[in-house]
């Protein structure tokens, strides 16, 4: 029996899952799959970045035996990092739209790089890419082996603070965008100054 509201468990969930968006459990991040499960209506063993440790997490907070990782999902691997090639890089900035941490950095029309300590191995870029100019290479200074829980967890709270602001970064954006649209239609309106 789930002594929690769906609302707390879900968050309880969230904060088991590493983070990084990725969207191999079939939902569109973390979050999506977190109120799945707290509604009963996903299985725990779904998502590869969190492997065998998010898998033990899952059982005990919601109290269902352990499986096997589906491995439909994709399989549990040591940590990796994305890399440029810079040579090939276009400059399009395809590649930032799609990385949910902002761990790109670049210009249009100019050469973009990876910030590595904030690149969760995702993987969103490289479709993003029009000319497949992005690698994946063991991350750097983690163990060639599937992350522990401690150290998953540690990095999911550094991928979920640099999501959040990207997220807001966004929303921000958008209003900003919102309220120029508005006064151009409002300008419209009262005849915006133009000739008589
Ligand atoms: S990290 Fe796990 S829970 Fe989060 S989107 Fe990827 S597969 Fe889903
Ligand atoms: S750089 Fe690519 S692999 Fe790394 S977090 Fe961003 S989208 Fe994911
Ligand atoms: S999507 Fe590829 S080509 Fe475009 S900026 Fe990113 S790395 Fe460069």
């Known amino acids: ?23 191999r459990c079939g939902f569109e991040g973390c979050r999506p799959y977190a109120e799945s499960l ?9 998502c590869p970045p969190g492997g065998r440790p998010v898998i033990e997490r899952l059982s005990a907070l919601l109290a269902v035996p352990q499986l096997p990782l589906d491995t439909s999902c994709g399989i549990e691997q040591p940590p990796r990092v994305a890399r440029v090639v810079e040579a090939d890089c276009i400059g399009c900035a395809k590649c930032i739209d799609a990385c949910p941490t902002d761990a ?7 050469m973009h790089t990876v910030v590595q300590a904030d690149c969760s191995g995702c993987e969103l870029c490289l479709p ?7 690698a994946m290479d063991p991350a750097p200074g983690l163990p060639a082996a599937p992350l522990d829980g401690p150290a998953l967890e540690q ?17 921000r954006n958008e209003r900003r965008r919102r309220e120029a649209l508005q006064s151009r239609l409002d300008a419209a309106h009262t005849g915006g100054g133009g000739p008589a």
Request: overall charge positive; hydrophobic content about 40%; glycine content about 8%.
């Open 1 to 23: 029996m789930m002594a929690a509201s769906s609302g707390s468990l879900a968050d309880l969930i969230d904060a088991a899952l590493p983070q990084t968006q990725c969207g």
């Open 128 to 134: 993003a890419c029009p000319v497949d100019c992005i």
């Open 155 to 171: 990095r999911a709270r550094h991928f979920r603070r640099l999501h959040e602001g990207r997220l807001q970064r966004l929303a």
């Open 104 to 110: 790109i950095v670049g210009a249009r029309k100019w």
């Open 38 to 46: 707290a509604r009963g209506e996903s299985p725990i063993n779904r």
